[in-house]
């Protein structure tokens, strides 16, 4: 697998990548693409894998402090998807913050 990250313009001396991983197939019917589906952080995705990087620097002109990440109301950057197609043409929704599914 393989993914393209777009690092915002900030300056930070010692920055991690955190990747999570929650497993939406082990909850059942919930993790399905119309399903409740689950919640991380402290939520309930009880099976989650995480991955950090080892530290590292970003040589951006905004101090990290000063930084404010930009949001299309409570979803993310407004260039972020809400909805897309999984597996079997169903719709997986990616409207709430936090919230997992599967793709099929």
């Known amino acids: ?11 930070c001396e010692r920055c991690s990548l955190h990747l999570a991983n929650p497993m939406t197939d082990k909850i ?6 119309d399903g409740a589906g689950c919640t991380d952080p402290f939520g309930s995705c009880f099976s989650v894998y995480y991955s ?12 990290r402090e000063d930084y404010v990440c930009p949001q299309n109301g409570s979803t993310g950057p ?3 998807p809400t909805q897309w197609i999984g597996d079997g043409g169903y719709a997986v929704d990616a409207s709430v913050p936090g919230g997992y599914r599967r793709e099929s």
């Open 1 to 11: 697998y393989s993914i393209t990250l777009e690092i915002p313009d900030i300056s």
């Open 52 to 63: 950090c990087t080892v530290p590292l620097r970003i040589s951006g002109s905004v101090p």
């Open 78 to 80: 407004a260039d972020w």
């Open 28 to 33: 059942g019917y919930d993790g399905s693409p």
